[in-house]
């Protein structure tokens, strides 16, 4: 269980993230919504170690508290984070970012395990090894991305906006991709604007305000509620 | 003639790559300006000195010994002096200027404490300088040792930067410093480790150095402004660039002292310096883009 409660990020006077809480299950896919400056990547960043958070702020994950953990300690941890803008190391191979994905101390032992099931699960990483990240399409550097996240062993994944920028052909891989990933056993927090595709998959969701949760329900709830569907289903905004 | 010039060239240009990819290690990877470089080169090579004077022991044990000793102290001044710096700059720009401040300032104890040891006075000695015959043309034996022993170092740290995990994960945090938190590196511990490499090769060269080269507790700058022609030359961060950068600087430097004129060896130097950010500002085999 990962557990995140009263949540705060302030950039300078600007608070981001008010109070936020929210909770992913074992095996659960959560989704969080919200516009664009809602405050969703803040916290994710925020729970990844990337940026410090208020105080009063709590993130645990089993037992353990993540606060005041640095990044890679969290990624040690069980937490691997998918940023925004995939932050894959475009200068190196397909190959050498996944060899990086399983820098990770608890990564070492099922690394091959773990190199097998993501070239399964993106079957074009496998063509491409040797190919510098750079180079690559968009979709496929989120293949690199997801994929070096999950040669860490995570216990969860956390994903921001992964379907930034994709066709609707490569958005439906990719949440198929998140279906079977969960379904292996990995619990799932993607922060999205695209509400319709990802309450699809989701198990929960959480929606998100001028940096406060205004709303959470199952999946299948928010995608019926009538609020929900003008703010994020409405009109000719999503695909 | 020809060959000979040749080979003392490539010797020479050896040992620009070895200091300019220190150097790449250092700038690339730690994020550090470090002007004081090349003193650590001079006082590595008055350690061989006393080695070899005062010891009456092989400079080749001098590489053995100086080199670790170099990266403690490098370690040593990363952890003191320069993380409070990386710690506070708000930018990589400002850790730029700020460790350029700090470095310039450490340039001159070394370089004093040097002075104060052994005057501005010219060293060198005598070791291995037996003539080789290769192909009609004489080397010095302790000029080929030196080339060999710099190429043995720097592909043994480029395969080590391309072939382990722990060498991929350095150029990693040279590539994307926050990416590379997010896949469990501790970049400050690698920057420091990074440094600390940086400083044992500088100290690797300047052992080689004082084999074939007369030195002063001055030169230190002149080795740093090479480090720095070099590594701008091949592209920042680029250590096959770099390799090849200090090989052609070397090569157009013997040649044009020998077949042109000796004074206009540092002329040399910076036409084709200038040659190359004009026609390639990204460094022969940098990226444009960033």
Same mark, same amino acid.
């Given at each position: 269980?990962?557990?995140?409660?009263?949540l705060?990020?302030?950039?300078?006077?600007h608070?981001?993230?008010d109070?936020?809480g929210?909770?992913?299950?074992?095996?659960e896919?959560v989704?969080? @919504?919200?516009?664009?400056?809602?405050?969703?990547?803040?916290? @994710?960043k925020?729970?990844?170690?990337l940026q410090r958070?208020g105080?009063?702020?709590?993130?645990?994950?089993?037992?353990?508290?993540?606060v005041?953990?640095?990044a890679?300690?969290i990624v040690e941890a069980?937490l691997?984070l998918?940023?925004?803008?995939?932050?894959i190391?475009?200068e190196?191979?397909v190959?050498?970012?996944?060899?990086?994905?399983?820098?990770a101390?608890?990564?070492?032992?099922?690394?091959d395990?773990n190199?097998?099931r993501?070239?399964a699960?993106?079957p074009? @990483?496998?063509?491409?090894?040797?190919?510098?990240?750079?180079t690559m399409?968009?979709?496929?550097?989120?293949m690199?991305?997801?994929g070096?996240? @999950?040669m860490?062993a995570?216990?969860f994944l956390l994903l921001?906006?992964?379907?930034l920028?994709?066709?609707?052909l490569l958005?439906?891989?990719?949440?198929?991709a998140?279906k079977?990933?969960r379904d292996?056993?990995?619990?799932?927090?993607?922060v999205?604007q695209?509400a319709?595709?990802?309450l699809a998959?989701?198990?929960?969701?959480?929606?998100?305000?001028?940096?406060?949760v205004?709303?959470?329900?199952?999946?299948?709830?928010?995608?019926?509620?009538p609020a929900v569907?003008?703010?994020?289903?409405?009109?000719?905004?999503?695909g | 003639m020809?060959?000979e010039?040749t080979?003392?060239?490539?010797?020479l240009?050896g040992?620009?790559?070895?200091?300019a990819?220190?150097?790449?290690?250092q700038?690339?990877?730690a994020?550090?300006?470090n002007?004081?470089?090349?003193?650590l080169?001079?006082?590595?090579?008055?350690?061989?000195?006393?080695?070899y004077?005062?010891?009456?022991l092989?400079?080749?044990?001098?590489?053995?010994?100086?080199?670790p000793l170099?990266?403690?102290?490098?370690?040593?001044?990363?952890r003191?002096l320069?993380?409070?710096?990386v710690?506070?700059?708000?930018?990589r720009?400002?850790?730029?200027?700020d460790s350029?401040l700090a470095t310039?300032?450490l340039?001159?104890?070394?370089?004093?404490?040097?002075?104060?040891?052994?005057g501005?006075?010219y060293y060198?000695?005598?070791?291995?300088?037996?003539?080789l015959?290769?192909?009609g043309?004489?080397?010095?034996?302790?000029?080929?040792l030196a080339l060999?022993?710099?190429?043995v170092?720097?592909?043994?740290?480029?395969?080590?930067?391309?072939?382990?995990?722990?060498?991929t994960?350095?150029?990693?945090v040279?590539?994307?410093?926050?990416?590379a938190?997010?896949?469990?590196?501790?970049?400050?511990?690698?920057?420091?480790?990074a440094?600390?490499?940086?400083?044992a090769l500088?100290?690797a060269?300047?052992?080689?150095?004082s084999?074939?080269?007369?030195?002063n507790a001055?030169?230190?700058?002149?080795?740093?402004?090479?480090?720095?022609?070099?590594?701008?030359?091949?592209?920042v961060?680029n250590?096959?660039?770099?390799?090849?950068?200090g090989?052609?600087l070397?090569?157009v430097e013997?040649?044009?002292?020998?077949?042109v004129d000796?004074?206009?060896?540092?002329a040399?130097?910076?036409a084709i310096?200038?040659l190359v950010?004009?026609?390639?500002p990204?460094?022969?085999l940098?990226?444009s883009?960033?």
């Amino acid at each position: 269980m990962l557990e995140v409660a009263h949540l705060s990020v302030q950039y300078g006077r600007h608070r981001a993230v008010d109070d936020v809480g929210l909770k992913v299950g074992a095996g659960e896919i959560v989704v969080v @919504l919200g516009a664009n400056g809602a405050g969703k990547s803040s916290v @994710l960043k925020a729970v990844a170690g990337l940026q410090r958070p208020g105080t009063g702020t709590r993130v645990t994950l089993g037992a353990r508290e993540l606060v005041g953990l640095p990044a890679h300690a969290i990624v040690e941890a069980g937490l691997a984070l998918v940023p925004e803008g995939r932050g894959i190391f475009g200068e190196l191979t397909v190959r050498e970012n996944l060899l990086l994905g399983a820098f990770a101390r608890r990564a070492r032992a099922d690394e091959d395990r773990n190199r097998a099931r993501v070239l399964a699960l993106f079957p074009r @990483l496998a063509e491409r090894l040797e190919q510098t990240a750079r180079t690559m399409s968009g979709g496929e550097q989120q293949m690199v991305a997801i994929g070096r996240a @999950l040669m860490s062993a995570p216990e969860f994944l956390l994903l921001d906006e992964p379907s930034l920028g994709l066709s609707p052909l490569l958005c439906g891989e990719l949440f198929r991709a998140l279906k079977r990933i969960r379904d292996d056993g990995i619990s799932v927090l993607l922060v999205e604007q695209n509400a319709k595709r990802s309450l699809a998959i989701a198990d929960r969701g959480y929606l998100i305000e001028n940096g406060r949760v205004v709303g959470e329900g199952r999946a299948a709830d928010l995608a019926r509620d009538p609020a929900v569907q003008r703010a994020y289903l409405g009109g000719a905004r999503q695909g | 003639m020809l060959l000979e010039v040749t080979l003392s060239g490539v010797t020479l240009g050896g040992m620009y790559a070895l200091v300019a990819m220190g150097l790449t290690l250092q700038y690339g990877v730690a994020r550090i300006m470090n002007l004081s470089y090349g003193e650590l080169l001079i006082a590595a090579a008055f350690a061989a000195l006393w080695f070899y004077s005062g010891l009456a022991l092989s400079p080749l044990l001098g590489l053995l010994v100086v080199p670790p000793l170099a990266f403690a102290l490098s370690y040593a001044i990363y952890r003191i002096l320069l993380q409070p710096l990386v710690r506070r700059a708000k930018t990589r720009d400002a850790l730029e200027v700020d460790s350029i401040l700090a470095t310039f300032g450490l340039l001159f104890v070394i370089q004093g404490v040097m002075l104060a040891a052994f005057g501005g006075a010219y060293y060198s000695y005598s070791f291995l300088s037996i003539p080789l015959h290769i192909a009609g043309a004489t080397v010095a034996a302790n000029r080929l040792l030196a080339l060999v022993l710099a190429v043995v170092i720097g592909l043994g740290l480029y395969l080590a930067l391309t072939r382990t995990r722990l060498g991929t994960a350095v150029r990693a945090v040279a590539v994307d410093p926050v990416a590379a938190q997010l896949v469990a590196i501790d970049v400050r511990t690698a920057s420091a480790l990074a440094f600390a490499l940086g400083g044992a090769l500088v100290a690797a060269a300047g052992v080689l150095v004082s084999m074939f080269l007369t030195f002063n507790a001055n030169l230190g700058v002149v080795f740093t402004l090479k480090a720095l022609v070099v590594v701008i030359m091949g592209g920042v961060g680029n250590l096959l660039g770099a390799l090849i950068a200090g090989l052609v600087l070397g090569l157009v430097e013997n040649y044009v002292a020998v077949f042109v004129d000796p004074g206009l060896t540092l002329a040399a130097t910076y036409a084709i310096f200038l040659l190359v950010l004009l026609v390639r500002p990204q460094g022969l085999l940098g990226r444009s883009s960033r």
